[in-house]
């Protein structure tokens, strides 16, 4: 099993000794939030081979300077044959509800940025998009003929959904499926052959979840529920589930380029 998105340089030093001792699944997807991040993951890659390392540039957040975008596209291009995606990039949703005099347009400029990168390199894009900013992202994938595109913790309507659904593009759940029911109509909704399972630890659930440190063992309930959901076997999804993250990311092909270094 893969967390197929988490934010492993955000957790605290002793955090994350106890996060690996403990750990049950077989890999993690670890994306950057900016540039030190980007560095930051990059060391988590070395020092673990069962971590797999996106660079990107996350978008609820202030906008960088241009000279920090242009510095991660660079470590994109130096290392675009090990890493193994980009992102975690995207539109601010959360902060532009919160600032509405937020300029969308700056950073729609920096997706696209990534959004040609990842067409470059044949990347896959893992996206922060939701409700109306899935659209937007949308008509970019679109406008680059991307197919490989990971929509972390995706919510929208039913147009977007179906949208998604046309272009084969890959969603991942958390652990607010326990909860959420606008979460487990999109599971019922979603083909499995299209759907992950993902943390976005450090990032605290609620539920069964409460007062508990997010970990990447955690998508083991993540596929009971959604097995449940959808009312099959929990080794059927888990087995899905898995080989979906594994070809998408193309991490055999990765493994073997660790294993060559
Ligand atoms: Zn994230």
Redesign the pocket.
């Known amino acids: 099993m893969i967390d197929a ?3 492993l340089d955000w957790y605290q030093p002793a955090e994350r000794e106890q996060l690996i001792n403990r750990l049950e699944v077989n890999g993690m997807i670890a ?1 950057s ?1 900016h540039l030190k991040s980007c560095k930051e993951v990059w060391q988590l890659a070395q020092q673990y081979p069962f971590v797999y390392p996106a660079f990107g540039w ?1 978008p609820e957040q202030p906008l960088p300077s241009d000279q920090e975008i242009d510095q991660i596209l660079q470590l994109i291009e130096e290392k675009h044959q090990e890493i193994i995606a980009i ?2 990039v995207g539109l601010p949703y959360y902060t532009q509800r919160e600032d509405p005099s937020l300029d969308p347009t700056a950073y729609r400029i920096i997706l696209e940025r990534f959004v040609q990168s990842a067409k470059q390199y044949d990347l896959p894009i ?1 996206l ?1 998009a939701v409700y109306q900013d899935a659209v937007i992202a949308c008509d970019l994938l679109e406008d680059y003929q991307i197919q490989r595109a990971h929509f ?2 995706f919510k929208g309507d039913q147009q977007t959904i179906n949208r998604l659904i046309d272009n084969q593009y890959m969603i991942s759940i958390t652990p607010d499926c326990w909860y959420e029911k606008e979460i487990q109509a999109l599971i019922k909704r979603y083909p499995l052959e299209l759907i992950m399972a993902e943390t ?1 630890g450090p ?1 605290p659930f609620e539920g069964p979840f409460q007062d508990q440190m997010t970990h990447p063992n955690m998508i083991i309930e993540v596929i009971k529920k959604i097995a449940a959901l959808k009312q099959l076997p929990a080794e059927e999804v888990q087995r899905q589930v898995t080989n979906n993250t594994i070809e998408f990311y193309r991490i055999h092909e990765k493994n073997k380029q660790k294993w060559s270094e």
């Open positions: 998105h988490i934010h994306v939030n996350h992102g975690e893992v922060h972390h913790w976005d990032w």
